[in-house]
């Protein structure tokens, strides 16, 4: 069964940059598509953006296409989201999951446990 780990989060100042990290030990990344959530105090989760196997890149949230992008190393077998000017509303835990299917349809069976996220001054 696919397992997933989130790494890289911590405190930062609003502007700055933090690259978050999803992992797996138990399967090859290779094939699956990987979207990126986040859950900001008091709210639902929700999703942030998503980049299939074939780097297709699809943002959940349009106020991120600008500061956050999504990349892929196989060779290490890790999915990184960097994150750039951050703002206070960016605070939240942040996950990563994975699905065989597209980020349309969005159906992600595997979820990590999440790596907190905090932009304050």
């Known amino acids: 069964q696919l397992q997933l780990a989130e790494s890289g989060g911590d405190l930062v100042l609003p502007g700055g940059s933090l690259r978050l990290s999803c992992s797996s030990s138990?399967?090859?990344?290779?094939?699956?598509?990987i979207g990126w959530y986040r859950q900001r105090p008091g709210r639902e989760r929700d999703g942030v953006v998503c980049?299939?196997?074939?780097?297709?890149?699809?943002y959940y949230d349009p106020f991120v296409k600008d500061r956050f992008t999504p990349t892929r190393d196989m060779a290490t077998n890790t999915v990184y989201l960097q994150m750039d000017a951050l703002k206070l509303e960016d605070t939240a835990a942040y996950y990563c999951?994975?699905?065989?299917?597209?980020?349309?349809?969005?159906?992600?069976?595997?979820w990590g446990q999440g790596t907190q996220v905090t932009v304050s001054s």
């Open positions: 999951a994975a699905t065989k299917g597209s980020c349309l349809a969005a159906d992600f069976a595997s």
């Open positions: 138990t399967s090859s990344l290779e094939s699956y598509t």
């Open positions: 980049i299939n196997m074939h780097n297709y890149i699809q």
